[in-house]
């Protein structure tokens, strides 16, 4: 069988966007392989991503809309055809605007899909619609705004650069699973001579990449770089010229904060020892060129985007953001490299709608105020699973006068509850343009197969639902293909001299940061101290979970063989994850008599869920960990992880405190093993 390979590029929320080789025959994706040419991930794939032609030609894949027969949540529908598909949803969709006005809808969308215009293909015609606005907050506001508040809009460093580093800290980042490119210029710092340090909560899988591996109690981050800051400063290890021409608030900030944060009440605070944090200090002053690769689990607490501003300050007491490869990797920042405005269209609002926190779609569906929610449109996203406070979103999505359209590959938890389902695409079967977060990569995308059953793209359901909805504007009838060509036609100066015809071809060409001030910041320095802030200087804030009383905290942290709730369609990497485990310390364990491979069920005011135990020492005292988002089919009880993690938000940027749970565990109800 003749067969041919053609370019795409890996669409799901990783910072690598790996380029991908498809060996296409008959029609369909036969094998899945990296580009060796890819500048960033040169030829190497996630476990995920060796067989995506799996998931891609899965026979789970859906192939026609369909209609609800049986109760919501059932997973009993009816196919129809497209046109009546969206001849209901329009209809109900007119009768809503008549009686409750655009408000009472509210489109649900984030990552499924990363590429530029797949991804925001919703926003024109909710915008048009006067729907309700979602603030997409699930992710890294937090970090965000933590690391913005020090170093404004300074470009990250490439992570290239890494490899010139002679101490690497992996903070708060299971690299090895989440982002596994970005420890090829560690492996080779490291080949080099560096040192490789991890500061996570467990032992992660990374922690195999590590000469040592530091475990903080969760949401302590903040106080480890404030004691380490503290040595610094005590010690005189600090690059005082650096301090004195480029940075803002030294002086405040060892006069006002640093002598609240010896070794001994950052040791208090962290559960590492006193000499450890003084030995962390003392190595971090003395490399020549230290660097930190930041994750995103430790913003996702009560004081994330706190504890993310004192570690970003860190780097500034040595003079590491001027060394190279040192400072902090914390993503590439590409944003400014095209303006999606062309796709979103916030022209389209005619006065600004409501705007409503992802991360409360639970309060969102059951009580908020104004205007109900009368309609939920979900696409690329599977928020039955992914969202915090699982049964809150699942009461919400019970409400029998809730109107739910969900845009899926794949019959989803949040699918099972809709009235109407749509089958989409997957990548390789739409065109898009697409740019990394975790390099400098930009790379365009084609179609490489034709679409799966009667599957269609977000831009092709947007295009139909605005025709279905009367909505004249020309901007609808374009084909995604022209919208990528809208973004590409835009000027902007991250794009200048970068080889077009590369681009035209599929291949990933690298941007580059137009040149501006050392540091994007009001002030042009590191600003430790910001007068913009509530808390013009770092300090140290709470967690949410402190004071709710229970034993144990809950990491709810990513898995190496699936990404969020994606990939559980694949038998083989559901294989490798063995299960919905519960991590545990075995003497934790051994005390509440828990035994290994047992049923046991991880509670708290929000929910129980259950589990199959598995002991480990990779996981300290006090604390547990359940790996990865497993659909509902696929667990032990009537619920998976995010029944136990809840609504509260970050201190700053309105983020998701996945990782700020307190729990307790009991053996399962015999009754149901
Ligand atoms: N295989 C795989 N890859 C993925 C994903 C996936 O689910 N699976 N998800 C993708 C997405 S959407 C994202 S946003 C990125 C996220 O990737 P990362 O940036 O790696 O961030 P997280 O996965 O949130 O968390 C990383 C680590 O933070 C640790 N952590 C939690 N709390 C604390 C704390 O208080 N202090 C410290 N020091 N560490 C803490 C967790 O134990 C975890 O090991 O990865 C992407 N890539
Ligand atoms: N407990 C816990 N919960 C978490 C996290 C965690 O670490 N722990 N991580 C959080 C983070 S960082 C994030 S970013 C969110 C991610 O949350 P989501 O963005 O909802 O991510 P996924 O679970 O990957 O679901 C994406 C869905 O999009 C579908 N899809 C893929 N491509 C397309 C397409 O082109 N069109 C349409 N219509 N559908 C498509 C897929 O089939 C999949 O079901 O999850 C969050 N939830
Ligand atoms: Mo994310």
């Not at 499924?112 to 797949?118: A, I």
């Not at 913005?148 to 990250?156: F, Y």
């Not at 790379?443 to 793209?457: E, F």
């Amino acid at each position: 069988m003749a067969s041919e390979i053609r370019r795409s590029v890996c669409p799901f929320d990783c910072p690598d966007t790996c380029g991908l080789l498809v060996e296409v025959a008959d029609g369909k994706a036969v094998a899945v392989k990296g580009d060796p040419a890819h500048p960033h991930s040169q030829g190497t794939l996630c476990p995920k991503m060796t067989r995506y032609q799996d998931t891609v030609h899965s026979s789970r894949r859906l192939t026609t809309p369909l209609v609800r027969t049986g109760p919501k949540g059932s997973g009993s529908f009816a196919p129809v055809t497209w046109e009546e598909a969206i001849r209901r949803i329009a209809d109900r969709w007119k009768d809503i605007l008549a009686t409750h006005g655009g408000e009472a809808i509210l489109p649900y969308s984030y990552a499924g899909t990363m590429g530029l215009v797949q991804r925001n293909a919703g926003h024109a015609f909710f915008h048009r619609l006067g729907a309700s606005r979602l603030d997409r907050t699930i992710c890294s506001p937090a970090k965000s705004a933590g690391m913005e508040a020090v170093l404004g809009a300074t470009p990250g460093p490439r992570p290239e650069a890494l490899r010139d580093s002679d101490l690497v800290i992996l903070w708060g980042i299971n690299a090895l699973a989440t982002s596994v490119h970005s420890l090829r210029p560690v492996r080779e710092a490291r080949s080099r001579g560096a040192r490789v340090w991890l500061v996570d909560t467990y032992r992660t899988p990374t922690a195999s990449v590590a000469d040592e591996t530091f475990l903080v109690r969760p949401g302590s981050d903040g106080a480890l770089a404030l004691g380490i800051m503290h040595v610094l400063e005590r010690e005189g290890l600090l690059d005082t010229a650096f301090l004195a021409d480029h940075v803002q608030g030294f002086p405040e900030l060892a006069a006002q904060v640093l002598p609240d944060f010896p070794p001994e009440r950052a040791a208090a605070l962290t559960g590492l020892p006193p000499a450890a944090i003084e030995a962390m200090a003392r190595a971090f002053g003395a490399a020549r060129s230290p660097a930190i690769l930041l994750g995103n689990g430790l913003s996702r607490y009560g004081n994330g985007a706190m504890n993310i501003r004192a570690i970003s300050c860190l780097p500034a007491l040595v003079g590491a953001f001027l060394k190279p490869g040192g400072g902090l990797h914390g993503g590439s920042g590409t944003g400014a490299a095209f303006d999606l405005t062309a796709v979103t269209r916030p022209d389209f609002l005619a006065r600004p709608t409501r705007i409503v926190n992802m991360n409360r779609l639970g309060e969102a569906l059951t009580t908020l105020d104004g205007p109900p929610v009368q309609s939920l449109y979900v696409y690329h996203s599977n928020p039955a699973a992914v969202t915090p406070d699982q049964n809150a979103v699942l009461r919400g999505l019970a409400r029998e006068d809730l109107f739910t359209v969900v845009h899926e590959r794949f019959l989803t938890d949040t699918a099972r509850y809709a009235d109407v389902v749509l089958p989409s695409t997957s990548s390789l079967e739409h065109a898009d343009l697409y740019r990394a977060y975790g390099s400098y990569c930009i790379q365009r995308a084609r179609p490489a197969v034709p679409p799966v059953g009667g599957s269609r793209c977000n831009w092709d359901v947007f295009r139909l639902l605005a025709e279905a909805m009367g909505f004249s504007d020309a901007f609808f009838r374009q084909e995604a293909d022209d919208l990528v060509e809208t973004l590409l036609a835009q000027p902007s100066p991250w794009r200048e001299g970068i080889d077009t015809e590369a681009l035209a071809e599929g291949r990933a060409v690298e941007v580059v940061a137009p040149p501006g001030p050392r540091f994007a910041t009001p002030s042009g320095r590191v600003e430790i101290l910001n007068p913009r802030e509530v808390h013009p200087l770092p300090c140290l804030l709470p967690t949410h979970g402190e004071g709710d009383g229970r034993s144990f905290a809950l990491m709810t942290a990513p898995s190496l063989f699936g990404l969020n709730s994606s990939f559980c369609e694949r038998d083989d990497l559901r294989t490798k994850r063995n299960g919905m485990r519960l991590l545990m310390n075995p003497g934790d364990a051994q005390a509440r008599a828990l035994p290994a491979g047992s049923r046991v069920t991880v509670f708290n005011d929000l929910g129980d869920v259950d589990f199959i135990l598995e002991p480990t020492d990779q996981v300290p005292p006090g604390l547990l960990v359940a790996e990865g988002v497993w659909w509902m089919e696929c667990a032990p009880g009537a619920r998976t992880v995010n029944a136990l993690t809840s609504q509260r938000l970050t201190d700053q940027g309105g983020g998701s405190t996945f990782y700020d749970n307190r729990v307790d565990i009991r053996a399962a109800d015999p009754v149901h093993q």
